[in-house]
């Protein structure tokens, strides 16, 4: 089993749609959960940042961690075609140390 | 924002030869870096951690003595490929560690 478990997807969707993207994890103690935007042939950009359990938002994004259920998720209200990129999760025990990324989806939003 | 590069963007060696990367925090110094592989369509893989000035600590099942880090300065890294292989073909990211970790544009390395 993978520590960190991603639906890679591809995932299409029209503007303006709600997007959801999930990943489980197998470690508990997993305390720090980001949400990383990757375009191709780029470098990760770091979008939401999340402390143990709760929700976090962020202009049209929102990120959600339950740590009973080890799920985790990232939401885009009005998904535009801009946000068509690859969503990695990513999270660590210690923050920025020994970070655990997901497979990464990869998300299309059609004009 | 803290910016991150890295040196080349795309290489392309021959089999057997041995290749440089170099990874440079431009307005920030980062007593950690990260390095990455990234294969297509799959995660990003932690590689190693550089702390300046001390030996890398490499994850398991990667071969310290094929990957090179060294982490002269605070403000860069570098990873050299040594006798590289087709199998070592792969995009290649480091990150610098200051309030959070911040990703290089990374690398694509071509091994033929």
């Not at chain 1, 950009?45 to 259920?69: C, H, I, P, W």
């Amino acid at each position: 089993q993978k520590e960190v478990e991603q639906d890679p997807g591809p995932l299409s969707v029209p503007e303006g749609a709600i997007v959801s993207l999930n990943c489980t994890y197998s470690n508990s103690a997993f305390q720090y959960f980001m949400w990383y935007r990757q375009y191709s042939r780029k470098g990760p950009e770091l979008l939401m940042y999340t402390y143990s359990s709760g929700n976090k938002e962020d202009g049209r994004f929102t990120a959600q961690v339950d740590k009973s259920s080890k799920y985790i998720s990232l939401f885009i209200r009005d998904s535009q075609p801009s946000d068509s990129a690859t969503y990695l999760c990513a999270m660590s025990e210690v923050s920025n140390i020994d970070m655990r990324f997901g497979a990464g989806t990869r998300l299309t939003v059609k004009p | 924002g803290a910016v991150v590069s890295q040196h080349p963007s795309w290489v392309i060696c021959k089999s057997g030869t041995s290749v440089k990367i170099e990874c440079r925090s431009l307005d920030f110094q980062a007593t950690t870096m990260f390095w990455y592989r990234q294969f297509p369509k799959q995660s990003l893989m932690l590689m190693a951690t550089s702390n300046e000035g001390s030996k890398a600590t490499y994850e398991q099942g990667v071969e310290k003595d094929k990957f090179l880090i060294n982490h002269a300065s605070l403000t860069l890294s570098t990873l050299t490929v040594t006798s590289a292989h087709p199998e070592d073909s792969s995009f290649y990211i480091c990150s610098a560690s200051f309030s959070e970790q911040y990703f290089g544009p990374g690398t694509r390395l071509t091994v033929t």
